[in-house]
């Protein structure tokens, strides 16, 4: 049975999409795969185009942010694989009765965020449906050109490499549950702390981690659905590798334990776009941390690849097997806000 919300789980992919994926071609280097959230293609004179799509469904307190919230998504998806996003297209899907003021201020919020990331939009399709209450992102493919040698995806983790992560966990959960949630958290933790955790909102990117860390990484994914326990298991599901987590070495910042806390949900699983994870040998994690951290972007190395066992070690040392999260928790918790 598929999920009531959420992507299809492994099973599912394996069983109905993996197998029939149209006419097999020898320039594919990296076609769809659980996990793996771009695509590779072969092209002429050494270079490769690296091709992601995503979309992106307009909740209504993310409709201020929108624009922002498409492009950043999306070109995350190209900058873990070690390219910066180049190409856009959007189809963007309008509700019934939306004002031409809500489309052109999306519509320049999307053209600014472009600018910014040096990405031109290069087609696409916008117009009205039926049928869908906040404006949607059906599908927005973004392009990025360059060297194979550049490539870090995720299935290219190494035994002995170390593992890094930036920001914390549940970056994304944190940014909206903080803003759909804002006066009840205000009323439990104060302003000062529910203003920390809105701004993780603007923090639900990994273009600018990924491109600082790809010259020294092996791997890198941004860890989405599932949070970052899952987006770690899908980086060394997709590399055929093991694993080694220490949650004495994941630091979760105060404003996002206390939303999550609130919510009676686990920030390790809750989906945490923003959170790169990146896998490099010991000699070079020092440096992607530095140089992470030079551009104020957080980072701490939290565990090591091995041959196979795939390990999440407690904080009283208690092991557990690291397996793939199967129930997002971010999803029921924001739901339970939309009641009143």
């Known amino acids: 049975m598929l999920p009531e919300i959420g992507k299809i789980d492994k099973a599912t992919f394996d069983r109905v999409i993996f197998p029939h994926l149209g006419k097999a071609d020898p320039s594919v280097l990296l076609g769809p795969r659980h996990g793996v959230d771009a695509a590779v293609i072969e092209l002429p004179g ?10 992106t469904f307009g909740m209504p307190v993310v409709m201020p942010y929108f624009g922002w919230a498409i492009v950043h998504i999306c070109a995350s998806d190209i900058a873990v694989m070690g390219v910066p996003p180049r190409y856009m297209t959007i189809c963007l899907l309008l509700p019934p009765g939306t004002e031409d003021k809500v489309l052109e201020h999306l519509w320049l919020d999307t053209h600014r965020e472009c600018e910014k990331l040096g990405i031109a939009i290069v ?3 916008t117009g009205v449906v039926p049928g869908i209450g906040f404006p949607l ?7 990025g050109i360059g060297k194979k040698e550049q490539l870090t995806p995720p299935s290219n983790a190494r035994v002995g490499d170390r593992v890094i992560i930036t920001k914390g966990p549940a970056i994304e959960s944190t940014g909206i549950l903080a803003l759909q949630a804002e006066k009840p958290l205000t009323d439990k933790f104060g302003k000062d702390l529910v203003e920390k955790a809105k701004k993780h909102f603007t923090a639900m990117t990994v273009v600018q981690d990924a491109l600082v860390a790809a010259p020294n990484a092996h791997a890198m994914h941004d860890a989405t659905e599932g949070g970052l326990l899952n987006g770690i298991y899908e980086v060394v ?18 404003e996002i334990e206390a ?7 686990d920030p390790l699983i809750s989906i945490s776009e923003g959170t790169l994870i990146a896998t490099a040998t010991p000699e070079n994690t020092p440096r992607i941390i530095n140089d992470l951290k030079q ?7 939290i565990g090591e690849v091995t041959e196979k066992d795939r390990v999440f070690i407690r904080r009283d040392g208690k092991k557990e097997a690291l397996t793939p999260v199967k129930v997002d928790p971010f999803w029921a918790a924001y739901f339970s806000t939309l009641g009143g």
Do not use: Q
């Not at 050494?46 to 979309?55: L, R, S, Y």
């Not at 599901?237 to 105060?254: D, F, L, M, N, R």
């Not at 551009?295 to 190395?301: D, P, S, V």
């Open 259 to 265: 939303v999550h806390r609130y919510f009676n949900i």
């Open 237 to 254: 599901e997709a590399s055929g590798t093991g694993v080694t987590i220490y949650e004495e070495k994941i630091i979760v910042p105060e």
């Open 46 to 55: 050494g270079e490769v185009m690296v091709v992601a799509e995503d979309p």
């Open 137 to 143: 992102n059906g599908g927005c493919t973004m392009f």
């Open 295 to 301: 551009n104020n972007i957080a980072a701490w190395e």
């Open 123 to 125: 087609g696409g399709h």
